[in-house]
T-cell receptor, first 111, second 115 residues
Framework: DAKTTQPNSMESNEEEPVHLPCNHSTISGTDYIHWYRQLPSQGPEYVIH???SNVNNRMASLAIAEDRKSSTLILHRATLRDAAVYYCLLISSGSARQLTFGSGTQLTVLP | ETGVTQSPTHLIKTRGQQVTLRCSSQSGHNTVSWYQQALGQGPQFIFQYYREEENGRGNFPPRFSGLQFPNYSSELNVNALELDDSALYLC??????????????FGPGTRLTVL
């Protein structure tokens, strides 16, 4: 089964960009890379996903390495509301679905 | 549009007992996934249901079982509870996609404590 690793914690200053890395060296060719974030006492919230190409949406950007063994979630201008635990998640395709969360990165945003 | 709801919010059981947790999917969703999240850790995938059948399973023993109903709501049953089963149990609903690129919508979870 695929496995993901993330740094335990990161800090950023408000209004500055944040790059959150995830290593998934055992990813299979058809696994999608998702990112979610979780605030205290809440369920995870979808942020972004991709397969091979870099992706942008209103919340963030996702940069995927050419060999797909790592990815980086980019928050372009961190705000205090972005403080949360960020998880990368691999989702396999087809039947016998597997969903593999990383251990998460606690992002602290400093005013 | 109603989001994903879970019941109960909190539950206390003793070792050896059985528990049933419930999840109502977001309107229009036909797939439900269940996760176990221990304190300070990432969610661990238990299983996924689509069209009332198990569509994938993580590394959990058979005493963790589930059901999906025709209205797409779901139950998670855990038999012979152990102390290590104490965790937040999360349910997520989505619209099935064979590729795995579907967004999941999570409920707030059920906090289970086993004494």
């Amino acid at each position: 089964d695929a496995k993901t690793t993330q740094p335990n914690s990161m800090e950023s200053n408000e209004e500055e960009p944040v790059h959150l890395p995830c290593n998934h060296s055992t990813i299979s060719g058809t696994d999608y890379i998702h990112w979610y974030r979780q605030l205290p006492s809440q369920g995870p919230e979808y942020v972004i996903h991709g397969l091979t190409s870099n992706v942008n949406n209103r919340m963030a950007s996702l940069a995927i390495a050419e060999d797909r063994k790592s990815s980086t979630l980019i928050l372009h201008r961190a705000t205090l509301r972005d403080a949360a635990v960020y998880y990368c998640l691999l989702i396999s395709s087809g039947s016998a679905r597997q969903l593999t969360f990383g251990s998460g990165t606690q992002l602290t945003v400093l005013p | 549009e109603t989001g994903v709801t879970q019941s109960p919010t909190h539950l206390i059981k003793t070792r050896g007992q059985q528990v049933t947790l419930r999840c109502s999917s977001q309107s229009g969703h036909n797939t439900v996934s269940w996760y176990q999240q221990a304190l300070g850790q990432g969610p661990q995938f238990i299983f996924q249901y689509y069209r009332e059948e198990e569509n994938g399973r993580g590394n959990f023993p058979p005493r963790f079982s589930g059901l999906q109903f025709p209205n797409y709501s779901s139950e998670l049953n855990v038999n012979a509870l152990e102390l290590d089963d104490s965790a937040l149990y999360l349910c997520a609903s989505s619209l099935y996609n064979p590729l795995g690129n579907n967004e999941q919508f999570f409920g707030p979870g059920t906090r289970l404590t086993v004494l």
